[in-house]
């Protein structure tokens, strides 16, 4: 469970690197579109887990060039929230998969062979 000071970092963080990907970040991301789906925040806000979600974009190729330029993320970072924050934290970021989990467990659950409800009832009645 996350505290307050944790949440309320997380959001700030959280739209920061949005704006970051947006206008200083062009470069790094090219045509592609970057969300930052998350972010967790350590209890000593040192660090910040910040999950990504890509659009248009080879999802492993962008995902290495940000993963790459951390260090210029987060001066960026820096400026924007240095003087509101003691300590600017340390960026780890992850790929967020669950737009892809949910479309595999749509397939799954498509493809599943689930009889009628008025089948069983009539099975039921000729026994």
């Given at each position: 469970?996350?505290?307050?000071?944790?949440?309320?970092?997380?959001?700030?963080?959280?739209?920061?690197?949005?704006?970051?990907?947006?206008?200083?970040?062009?470069?790094l991301v090219g045509s592609a579109m970057v969300t930052v789906t998350r972010?967790?925040?350590?209890?000593?806000?040192?660090?910040?887990k910040i999950y990504l979600s890509f659009l248009l974009a080879n999802n492993k190729e962008t995902f290495e060039k940000i993963d790459d330029s951390k260090k210029e993320i987060r001066k960026h970072l820096g400026r924007r929230i240095g003087k509101s924050v003691r300590?600017?934290?340390?960026?780890?970021?992850?790929?967020?998969?669950?737009?892809?989990?949910?479309?595999?467990?749509?397939?799954?659950?498509s493809d599943l062979d689930i009889p009628e409800a008025g089948e069983e009832e009539d099975e039921e009645d000729d026994k």
């Open positions: 469970m996350e505290s307050k000071r944790q949440q309320k970092y997380s959001k700030l963080i959280q739209k920061e690197v949005g704006e970051i990907f947006q206008r200083e970040g062009r470069h972010v967790l925040m350590s209890p000593d806000l040192g660090v910040a300590v600017i934290p340390e960026l780890i970021f992850f790929p967020d998969d669950s737009a892809a989990y949910a479309q595999h467990m749509d397939k799954v659950i």
